[in-house]
């Protein structure tokens, strides 16, 4: 038996797995967490479309084989790389909150914090979804395909029926909790849970698409669906109405830049603190030779769980969305705050007094007040997906309904579930993210593009909540100081701690390691557990390859195209 990072397999079936999630393409490349919605992308480059064109034929895929992580009632971040115009664009469909929201929302009459699970289950959860603005603003201006035709494969996989495969079924085992009427009697029928082989067919999710395919996306945000979605919310105790959805809108951002030891990095944008925060931490251990030490030495994780609780003790502090709020984006990653920061790392041990600093110092503008939170947010999920096309176009999207299964509001007759979003807003108000209405709650979706002598070289991303900006980067530190291939830095057991001690970590991580950050103040979780699913495409520029990898947390797939599978038209 073999470790994976999904699940211990027989060797024959590791192999077969290894096949599935890794590839080699010239002319493109498709990486998805499932293999299903990797065919579909993989198609839609076949014949002759191109890297946004695929996104969009997945992301509507994996609303159909994926329901727990995405789907049309969530929100995303797609980042487009146009090869021709050599320019990076995030288009930013992330949720937006109704104009009945308030900063005291999440309060009970006493003041005091709803319960998380009674808060993220509710009407007032839920955000208005960005994700269908995101694809159709993306198809519009890059797109060569229309609308109607990347919803259809989506549509036959909805229509025939899909397996169900281990991860839903886990799914639906672990956090059955969240799942309202309406999507407990879809996911339960007759009371037991779908397993591992079922066939489920979901004939109201494709008459919405259906809709979609023919009204185009106006029809979700003004036309029945809009209709569905607010009558819904309004049995369950929430305040979006159809003037929210009407007035819904993206923004297409400037991406964050940073340097890691010779690599140009393009991120998230806020209201993401992802790509701020994952540039931050490189920074950080930019001033350490990594590569000196072993992959898992005590060293590495010793630097890098201080570099993660430094950046995220400030990322905590000091994100929110900058249409509502002046950020320290300048002092965040000015070099005399990353050397500030960097002094309070000491091999001794753990540092007991790590907080928020002052990169205020640093730039101009007018310092936020900062407002502690309760630390009781379970983890998040979310999907990441990622293409390249025969162009040399990139397209890399991380997109969520943020809990399992989203805030589990199914609308009637439609078969998509309701986010749960606005619960990424802080719970205590007066802060940078309390909630406003129109506002962005932040995030940390991270969908990141290095380039190296300004050419593309990797695209990455992962799902995870806090956890998404631990697995990007390291992954990267994975590929540039410990030189692994790509699959190797993705499948390299990862770690992760936000602000405070406490170490998540996963199986074949080293135990001697382990041993000595416990004896240097660090405390490790009880169990081991899966962090993020990383799904990776790797340019080579000079072999005129490229190197796709799925991570084996989930059943992924990686798929390359050659030139003599395209369609000439």
Known sequence: MGYRRGKSLSRDLEKQSYDRETAVGTKGMVVSPHWAATDIGEKVLKEGGNAVDAAAAIQFALNVVEPMMTGIGGSGFLMVYDNKKKDVKIYDGHTRAPKGVHPEMFLDEKGEVVDFRKRSTHGTAVGIPGILKVMDKAINEHGSKTLADLIQPAIDAAEKGFKVNWVLEEALQNFQYRLGKEAKAFYFPEGKSLKEGDTLVKEHLAKTFRILQKEGISAFYEGEIAEAIVSNLKEEGGIMTLEDLKNCRLTIDEPIWGDYKGYKIASSAPPSAGGLTVIQVLKILETFDLSQY?????????????????????????????????????????????????????????????????????????????????????????????????????????????????????????????????????????GINEAQPDKRPVSCKSPTILFKDDKPILTLGSPGGPTIIGSVFQTIINIIDHKMNLKEAIEEPRIFASAGPLIEWEPGISMEAKGEMESKGFEFGDKPSRIGNVQAIQIDHEKGRLYGAADSSREGKAAGITEDQIKVS
């Open 294 to 430: 072993d992959a898992r030495s005590w060293e590495k994780y010793f630097l890098i769980t201080e570099a993660m609780r430094l950046a995220f003790s400030d990322k905590i502090a000091y994100s929110g969305d900058p249409e509502c709020s002046s950020l320290p984006i300048e002092g965040l990653l000015h070099d005399d705050y990353i050397a500030e920061r960097v002094r309070a790392i000491n091999f001794e041990r753990r540092n007991d007094a790590i907080d928020f600093g002052n990169p205020w110092k640093y730039q101009d503008g007018k310092p936020n007040q900062v407002i502690r939170q309760p630390d009781d947010l379970e983890k998040s999920e979310t999907t990441h997906f990622t293409v390249v096309d025969q162009w040399g176009n990139i397209a890399a999207c991380t997109s969520t309904v943020e809990h399992p299964f989203g805030s589990g509001i199914m609308v009637k007759g439609y078969g998509f579930l309701l986010n749960n979003e606005l619960t990424d807003f802080d719970a205590n108000p007066g």
